[in-house]
Each structure stands twice: as structure tokens, then as C-alpha cells.
């Protein structure tokens, strides 16, 4: 498969018959490595994710609208933890209501700063294992 992208020609990291397994692109994931490789970080300073990988020149941002799927995931995690901390808080704290809003408001606002590189991680590793990274192959220079 080729992809013409807004950046050159796009093509899919590694042959159509690379098996993609769920668990090494997860741990990929869990550790901010790219999930085509595993060589590089996805990450190029705090809150700026690559471009490519500087590796394998997987595309991490190949076109407009693709960080939706980074945004959903932060949003559906966060979600998912602050109901997960309340129906645990729930039987501990049933008296203190007030407590409870304040500790699943700081929850909502620090999460999801916090979970951001994870989130873009873990929608380029379902990225991955749905349709291969395209590979940028206009260049051979890594790519930092
Ligand atoms: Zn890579």
C-alpha cells in the first residue's frame, strides 16, 4: 500500500507479510518507543511528539486530523480512571462528597497532562497493529 501524503511519498514500514503482534507494540507503547521499531522515542521534548521515527522513518504525524485518535484516548482514559477512582473512593469516602469532588477534579486536570505522551503513544501503536506506519522514503537522513 502507498500513501501520498502532505510530506512526500509515504510507504508502510516493513513488507505487508510483517507480522505485527499486540504484546511487543504495547510494551512499545508503555515505553514511549516507537511501535514500528522500538529503537526511538516517539518523544522529542516535552510535550512534542516526533515527526518520524529516527530510526525506521516511520511517519508519527502524516496528516491533517490523525492527533484526534491521541485526543480521544487521553480523553476516554481519563474518563475511565476518574469513574474508576470514584466508584473505588465511593465506599471509603460516602460521607465526604465535598472530598471526593475536589479529589476527582485534581484527577482531571492532571491526568490527562500527564497521560499526553502515552496517549499519543498508544494510538500510534493501534495505528500500527490496524494498518502498518507509513515510512517516509523521501529521505535517507535520520531524522531526529
Ligand atoms: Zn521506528
Same mark, same amino acid.
Given at each position: 500500500?502507498?500513501?501520498? !501524503?502532505?510530506? !512526500?511519498?509515504?510507504?508502510? $514500514?516493513?513488507?505487508?507479510?510483517? /507480522?505485527?503482534? =499486540?504484546?511487543? %507494540?504495547?510494551? &512499545? +507503547? ?7 521499531? !522500538? ?7 516535552? *510535550? /512534542? %511528539?516526533?515527526?518520524?521515527?529516527? +530510526?525506521?522513518?516511520? $511517519?508519527? /504525524? &502524516? ?5 484526534? !485518535? ?14 474508576? =477512582? ?5 465506599? =471509603? ?6 472530598? %471526593?469532588?475536589? =479529589?476527582?477534579?485534581? $484527577?482531571? %486536570?492532571?491526568?490527562?497532562?500527564? *497521560? ?13 497493529? $490496524?494498518?502498518?506506519?507509513? &515510512? ?5 537522513? &535520520?531524522?531526529?
Amino acid at each position: 500500500m502507498v500513501c501520498y !501524503g502532505a510530506l !512526500g511519498v509515504h510507504l508502510p $514500514v516493513g513488507s505487508s507479510k510483517e /507480522k505485527r503482534a =499486540i504484546r511487543p %507494540i504495547l510494551l &512499545r +507503547s508503555l515505553k514511549l518507543l516507537c511501535p514500528a521499531c !522500538g529503537q526511538s522515542s516517539i518523544v522529542q521534548r516535552p *510535550f /512534542k %511528539i516526533k515527526d518520524r521515527c529516527s +530510526s525506521c522513518r516511520a $511517519v508519527f /504525524k &502524516r496528516e491533517e486530523g490523525f492527533f484526534v !485518535g491521541a485526543i480521544l484516548a487521553n480523553v476516554v482514559t481519563t474518563e475511565l480512571v476518574i469513574l474508576l =477512582i470514584y466508584l473505588v473512593s465511593l465506599p =471509603i469516602f460516602n460521607t465526604y462528597d465535598q472530598l %471526593i469532588l475536589a =479529589i476527582l477534579f485534581v $484527577v482531571a %486536570i492532571v491526568f490527562p497532562v500527564a *497521560f499526553y505522551h502515552h496517549s499519543w503513544s498508544f494510538w500510534l501503536g493501534f495505528d500500527h497493529l $490496524v494498518e502498518s506506519l507509513p &515510512r517516509d522514503s523521501k529521505s535517507n537522513d &535520520r531524522w531526529s
